[in-house]
């Protein structure tokens, strides 16, 4: 019933964004932070990958390939432990690709899909989290309301990633009453009159990618830009897989941590013994290893469920939930074990805890 | 343009190697198992060279056990169109593995044969020029520029003190340099595509060549540690140790 191997494919792909991720995430993590800018050529060889072309469909001009919950845990992990701000770049197209197949319906998907699955990097995304304290994607702030045959979008949106860049967004807005049933999809261009974008986000980390708000002043949507059209949406679903996709990136980033504390506490030495051999970096460390491999366990098990056709919704709730918490504790122990110099930039643990922190307060910022 | 490219399963450079107890090998548990690094640059260039002609085929071609697969499998998902799997489940002398290759290129029948120019586990740089020679053919070795035009082929070659240009016809064997290009990462649709490009089989005994071994390794052993240096006070000091004790002046 359990299996916990991966299949040739998996290993391969594994393999491969693993590479990708060592040899040019991580090199131009450090930079991208400093300057918030990720350069071109990463992020046009990053889609070489196919990381968003291997989603879409042959129809609309991309490779279709079979699409796993699992997999996209296994490759997010991977990019994450590369950078997290190139991660999320990268895969902001996703976003909007991922609801767009699973809900879209043939009219939107044809008029999406195709400029995103080009050789060259579009980009896209999706308007999910909010800017309060007790955002609640049941109990959404944004609001579509119907007027005739259109529907009309207020609200505020907030840490959506390449906004600005994109030529589609996907905005969430609740469709009136409480509840996950009640959420609805839009796909809308920037262009749309009424919707306000702010100049980009000063994040706390993250600082690589572009994030923005998205105002919503009455804007005036055709009934066809509806996901899902006149059925709308498993938004559960979408939810699940978003949650997992973050929960998967909070692994990631917290393997790097693990990964470099302990390299450093075998080198480093004091009283002439590496510290690693210190009773209370060892056990700080072995606590760090066992975070991280309970969290992928509820990652993997949430994505399995999604594989088979279920909404995942608990499993993947505490997944994120898990691996975000474990994230931070282990990037805080990170710049622990790394004593004084954990603290200087000079060492990427301090960047990985600030980008830790977000996994706790952001929503749909990826998704499987 | 049908190219032939031979792949060799090796360990990873980054793995940190230790000799087996028996010596006779190295202690292969642990151990990450990729394409040896100079074919993969020789299926780069086989890959380039297809790509700028618009049509052609990449083969490749491992001679070696079941497990080889997961190199050729790479190799697909990069962007070969098929791979032979020659099965020898015992390791095989560079001659040999030379054979092999040269029978079933008489076979297949490529108009170039891309190679690396050594593998990074034994090091042997025999491979490639024994094909040549066993098929008649013209071999450029240490290849870091190729150029086709029509059925003749020019390659610049690193050699010590610079840089050699040959020009001959085609077929011909060519082994490549670090310098050639830089191998392109398999896509994650290339992965799922690769599953379903032929990879066909052959024993190694079905092709009637010699195969007795000509080389036996004795014994592998780890390099001593290397001692630390001392700090003397002179110059005459240095000139009696030289003198003395390492005996080269």
């Given at each position: 019933m359990i299996n916990f191997e991966l299949d040739d494919d998996q290993k391969l792909i594994r393999e491969t964004v693993a590479a990708f991720a060592a040899e040019q995430i991580r090199p131009a993590a450090r930079a991208a932070d400093e300057s918030g800018v990720i350069p071109p050529e990463l992020v046009a060889k990053g889609h070489e990958l196919g990381l968003v072309r291997g989603a879409i469909p042959e129809a609309y001009g991309g490779y279709g390939d079979a699409r796993s919950a699992v997999t996209g845990a296994i490759v997010m992990e991977e990019l994450a432990w590369g950078d997290l701000a190139i991660a999320v770049h990268l895969l902001a197209p996703r976003l909007l690709v991922t609801p767009l197949i699973e809900a879209g319906g043939a009219p939107l998907q044809q008029r999406w899909l195709p400029p995103l699955a080009q050789d060259q990097f579009v980009a896209a995304t999706a308007a999910l989290n909010e800017p309060r304290f007790d955002f609640d994607p049941a109990a959404m702030k944004t609001v579509a309301r119907r007027e005739g045959q259109d529907f009309v979008l207020s609200g505020v949106k907030c840490c959506v990633p390449l906004a600005q860049e994109s030529s589609a967004l996907l905005v969430y807005a609740s469709g009136g009453s409480e509840g996950f049933d009640a959420v609805e999809g839009f796909v809308i261009g920037r262009e749309t009159p009424g919707l306000e974008i702010s100049p980009r986000e000063e994040n706390m980390g993250l600082k690589g990618v572009a994030t923005y708000t998205l105002t919503l002043n009455d804007c005036r949507v055709d009934r066809s830009a509806r996901l899902g059209g006149e059925s709308g949406l498993n938004f559960t679903r979408l939810l699940s897989e978003s949650r997992v996709a973050i929960a998967a990136m909070a692994v990631g980033v917290a393997r790097a941590a693990f990964e470099y504390a302990r390299d450093y506490a075998r080198e480093r030495k004091a009283f002439g013994v590496p510290i690693a051999t210190k009773q209370a970096i060892a056990f700080m460390l072995a606590e760090m290893a066992i975070e991280i491999d309970a969290a992928r366990l509820l990652v993997w098990e949430a994505a399995a469920r999604l594989d088979k056709g279920e909404n995942g919704l608990k499993e993947s709730y505490q997944a994120r939930n898990y691996a975000a918490q474990a994230a931070l504790t282990v990037t805080d122990n990170a710049v622990q074990v790394l004593g004084g110099h954990g603290y200087i930039r000079e060492h990427p643990v301090e960047m990985w805890l600030r980008n830790a922190r977000g996994f706790a307060v952001l929503e749909g910022l990826a998704t499987v | 343009m049908k190219i032939l490219v031979p792949v060799k399963r090796v360990p990873d450079p980054a793995t940190t190697i230790r000799v087996a107890p028996d010596g006779a090998g190295i202690a292969t548990d642990n151990v990450k198992w990729v394409i040896n690094p100079f074919d993969e640059i020789a299926i780069e260039e086989a890959l380039r060279i297809k790509e700028k002609q618009g049509q052609g085929e990449v083969v490749l071609i491992a001679v070696g056990q079941q497990s080889w697969q997961e190199q050729l499998r790479t190799g697909l998902a990069m962007g070969a169109d098929r791979a032979i799997l020659v099965r020898s489940d015992a390791p095989l002398d560079p001659l040999a593995i030379a054979r092999v290759i040269a029978k079933v290129a008489e076979n297949e029948k490529p108009e170039l044969i891309?190679?690396?120019?050594?593998?990074?586990?034994?090091?042997?740089?025999?491979?490639?020029?024994?094909i040549a020679e066993m098929l008649g053919w013209p071999q450029a070795t240490f290849a870091s520029k190729i150029e086709l035009n029509g059925d003749r082929?020019?390659?610049?070659?690193?050699?010590?003190?610079?840089?050699?240009?040959?020009?001959?016809?085609?077929?011909?064997?060519?082994?490549?340099?670090?310098?050639?290009?830089?191998?392109?990462?398999?896509?994650?649709?290339?992965?799922?595509?690769?599953?379903?490009?032929?990879?066909?089989?052959?024993?190694?005994?079905?092709?009637?060549v010699d195969l007795?071994?000509?080389?036996?390794?004795?014994?592998?052993?780890?390099?001593?540690?290397?001692?630390?240096?001392?700090k003397l006070g002179s110059v005459q000091e240095l000139v009696a140790a030289l003198h003395n004790e390492a005996k080269v002046i």
């Open positions: - | 891309i190679i690396g120019k050594q593998a990074i586990d034994d090091d042997s740089n025999q491979v490639g020029q024994m082929c020019s390659v610049v070659r690193e050699v010590d003190g610079g840089l050699a240009t040959v020009a001959f016809p085609l077929p011909a064997v060519v082994t490549t340099d670090l310098r050639l290009n830089e191998p392109r990462y398999a896509s994650l649709p290339g992965i799922m595509k690769a599953r379903k490009k032929p990879l066909n089989e052959i024993a190694v005994d079905s092709l009637g007795t071994p000509k080389l036996k390794i004795k014994v592998l052993k780890t390099p001593e540690k290397r001692q630390a240096g001392r």
